[in-house]
């Protein structure tokens, strides 16, 4: 179960918790600064989530730092932990510093207390389903964490990640997100233009995430409905919160991050599943479109599909009264014709920025907590409902739902699935 603080919250209380959230990083950063750790000292990681996105980030995290060990290992099957293992131990570049014995790899649901308990830093790579209750294990317990995106698939879950970046603040300890894009140099540099004004005040917004199929691993007739379900996580509400919070993210993030973080007062959205009928994909969709307003009547006009053979792109526009921005590409076009492009020099891989941050902070004590991440995932787990229920929907709705997806019973056997959403028909909840 997720555990969250009681009471409901308004639009206006969450940007005014978010101004104090931001306030008190200051102050812990002076309080705590005898925190900082000796950079001789030797950082213990594990990895919770060994699938592709966990393993690449153990990695990142190995580079970032000389003095970090991957000691630990979680995973609800040994076989992921196994394959992940394999693939850090071949890697050259990092391979002494693999000192996972047979004793810290954990398989099932509970494994992720055995790494909190052995390690000093924690990398979650699982889905976004059980990420709410394991960030909250870990914060409990004082530990520093990298979070992959996103963080929750409900609103609940949302509320739970809030009140564990609370306390992460007052421990001094330091969380940061995958939202990756907010780490990348050439992103930082167009969205500091954009906010300084260089296209003028925002009018609307236009962000898109067109791509085709993810994978499917099939049905094994020896897995139960619960292996079946987090092997293709995916496609299930409770552990994937669909492909708008699962890869739309991504967009709605930068969106987000152009806006300074300010949530939008409501969203009109529709979807639903035109290519991906089968009953292989669970209960999710396969397109999305959403329009988001902000108080000062900013639109920003939202879209995701996965479907094959079809037209892709991944694009994020900004219009303004005085020009154009298109941020995946580092571009700005103001009216008077002049044109920018980023043109920084060396390395910007963000995936290794990311980490390289995230480790300089340790060392140095610095309190860093990206509450970024919550807003961010709320916004997906705002337009996907508003689809689902075919209702206009505002931000203290969505914030305040209750509707909690985490299965009643979490452990191998059944678990039944939520109906597909219908329009008009799914309630608000
Ligand atoms: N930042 C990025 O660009 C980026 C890119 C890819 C994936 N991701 C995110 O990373 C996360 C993982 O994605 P992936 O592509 O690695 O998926 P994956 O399927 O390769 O890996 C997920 C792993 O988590 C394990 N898992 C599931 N439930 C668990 C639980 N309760 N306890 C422990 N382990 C559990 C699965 O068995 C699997 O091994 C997702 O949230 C995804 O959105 C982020």
Not at 90 to 107: L, N
Not at 238 to 243: F, L, N, Y
Not at 364 to 376: D, F, I, L, P, R
């Amino acid at each position: 179960m997720k555990s969250e603080s009681p009471g409901t919250s308004t639009r206006r209380e969450f940007m005014r918790n978010a101004a104090a959230g931001a306030a008190s990083v200051a102050a812990f950063s002076i309080l705590h600064s005898a925190q900082a750790q000796d950079a001789s000292k030797v950082l213990r990681v594990g990895l919770i989530g060994c699938g592709g996105r966990g393993t690449g980030a153990a990695r990142e995290a190995l580079l970032a730092d000389p003095n970090v060990q991957l000691v630990a290992m979680a995973d609800t099957f040994a076989d992921q932990i196994d394959g992940a293992l394999g693939r850090l131990r071949g890697d050259d570049k990092i391979a002494a510093r693999v000192v996972v014995d047979d004793t810290h790899k954990f398989a099932g649901f509970d494994g992720y207390k055995n790494v909190i308990e052995s390690c000093d830093v924690i990398v979650h790579g699982t889905p976004p389903g059980p990420r709410p209750l394991h960030v909250r294990a870990a914060v409990d317990a004082g530990k520093h964490m990298f979070i992959e995106k996103p963080v929750a698939v409900d609103a609940p879950g949302v509320r739970s990640m809030m009140e564990s970046c609370r306390i992460a603040r007052e421990k001094n300890l330091v969380l940061v997100s995958g939202l990756c894009y907010r780490y990348q140099f050439a992103k930082r540099e167009t969205i500091k233009r954009i906010q300084d004004g260089a296209i003028g005040d925002i009018v609307a917004m236009q962000t898109t995430y067109n791509t085709g199929g993810l994978w499917h691993k099939g049905h094994d007739p020896k897995w139960s409905e619960m292996e079946y379900q987090i092997r293709n996580w995916l496609y299930f509400d409770w552990i994937s919160g669909d492909h708008i919070n699962e890869q739309h993210i991504h967009s709605l993030d930068k969106i987000m991050w152009v806006m300074k973080d300010v949530p939008p007062a409501k969203c009109t959205a529709s979807g639903g599943r035109a290519q991906r009928t089968d009953p292989k994909y669970g209960n999710i969709y396969d397109h999305f479109n959403c329009v988001f307003e902000w108080a000062n009547d900013v639109r920003c006009f939202s879209s995701c599909r996965q479907w094959e053979s079809t037209s892709t792109d991944v694009s994020d526009w900004i219009f303004g009264t005085n020009g154009k921005a298109n941020i995946q590409e580092h571009y700005i076009r103001t009216n008077d014709g002049k044109e920018w492009r980023y043109e920084g020099a060396g390395e910007d891989n963000m995936y290794q920025n990311e980490h390289n941050a995230f480790f300089a902070a340790i060392r140095k004590g610095e309190s860093v907590v990206n509450e970024y991440m919550c807003t961010s995932t709320l916004l997906a787990i705002l337009g996907r409902t508003s689809a689902y229920t075919g209702k206009t929907l505002t931000w203290d709705q969505m914030l305040n739902s209750q509707l909690d997806l985490t299965p009643k019973v979490m452990e191998w056997g059944d678990n039944p699935m939520n109906p597909l959403p219908v329009p008009g028909q799914t309630p608000f909840v």
